[in-house]
Structure formats: structure tokens, C-alpha cells
């Protein structure tokens, strides 16, 4: 009967430990992608699809869900699910990127990578974002905005063979060149990181 007792007491006391001392789960980079009007930015499904083959969660939503896309990421960022956020947009999703990037700075939470896509106007960057870059072939560029002090770089591609505002967020070379931007800001990929991208020769003047 003792002897019941005292194992039962053991058992109680290594499920405790267990429970208490188990490791918390690693929180993730969570990339967010915004496609333009009428959802036609389809390659950026592909592009998270990319994204969660390497082991970095990647979810896509329409331009007129930015606010849905910052609660989300308000959410997971407080519960320790998420600890870096990147947010990718085109057109019409890039605008909304830099939307959800605003919201996040009310509430206090930075974002490691902007990445916009031939955005539709000229956008300023909010002063929590880390590192953000546009690339774009005819339309908005990149602004830093109140406070911004990371890094910000415009890559003009009207040079680019091919190179418009649907191939800027379908072709494969693309993909390559924003995987390498978020595997450089510390977000893990299983198996290999994406090449990392030298950096780009300074605009030219317009």
C-alpha cells in the first residue's frame, strides 16, 4: 500500500516536471503576402508555396484584408507564435503592406522585411520596420517615414528583358531574389537558405 503511494507520488512529480520544464515552442518567422486588385497576383501563391517548402510559414490575402492581417499578426507576435514578420505586397498589396506595417507600429511591434512590388504611389515607410525594399518597373517608389531608421532600398527593374507589373511578382528569378532578402533578415528555411542577393548597384537617376 506504501508502496502504491510513493510511486503514485513519483508519477505526479515527473509529470510536473515534465509539463513545467518542457521548452517553449520557437517562435517562428510568419511572412504575409497581399496580392493586388482582383486577387490577380497569383505568383505570389506560388511564392508562399516556396516559402513553406522551405519550413517558413507563409499565408496570402487580398488587399482589402490588411486589417484581418494585422490582427493576426498582433495576435501570434504577443503569444511569442510569431517572432518575425515579414510582409510582401503588390499593386494594391503593397499599399496594404505598408498599411499593415503602420498598424503594427501603434501597437508596438516591429517588422523585420518590407518588401513592396510595383506599388501603385509613393509609400512611407514606418519607423518599426527593419530593412524594406521596392522593387518596381514604372510606378511608386519608397520612402523612409517618421523615425525610420533601417534599411531602404529602391531597385528599379524597367531595365529588366520581360520585366512588367505581373512578372514582378510571378517570375521565378523574383521569387529567388525575395526568398534571399527574408532568409538574410534571420528567417529559417529547412534544408538551405535562399541564396543570399549582392547588393544592387544604385539606382539610376530618373
Known sequence: MHLRRLLSCVLVV???????????????????????????????????????????????????????????????????????????GHSLGATAAVGVAEQLKNAGIPVSVLITLDGASTMAVP?????????HVDRGQITPGPGFRGSLQNINLNRVPGMDHMGIQAAPAMHRRIMGYVGGSGGTMRAHSAPQEAKPAAEPAS
Open 14 to 88: 515527473l509529470v510536473l516536471v515534465l509539463v513545467n520544464g518542457a521548452a517553449p515552442a520557437e517562435a517562428r518567422t510568419q511572412v504575409y503576402l497581399l496580392r493586388g486588385i482582383f486577387n490577380a497576383s497569383v505568383g505570389l501563391d506560388a511564392l508562399a508555396a516556396k516559402f513553406r517548402r522551405m519550413g517558413v510559414a507563409a499565408t496570402v490575402y487580398g488587399h482589402g484584408e490588411s486589417g484581418s492581417v494585422a490582427s493576426e499578426a498582433i495576435r501570434d507576435y504577443r503569444a511569442h507564435k510569431v517572432g518575425s514578420i515579414v510582409l510582401i
Open 127 to 135: 519607423g518599426n520596420v527593419r530593412r524594406a525594399v521596392n522593387f
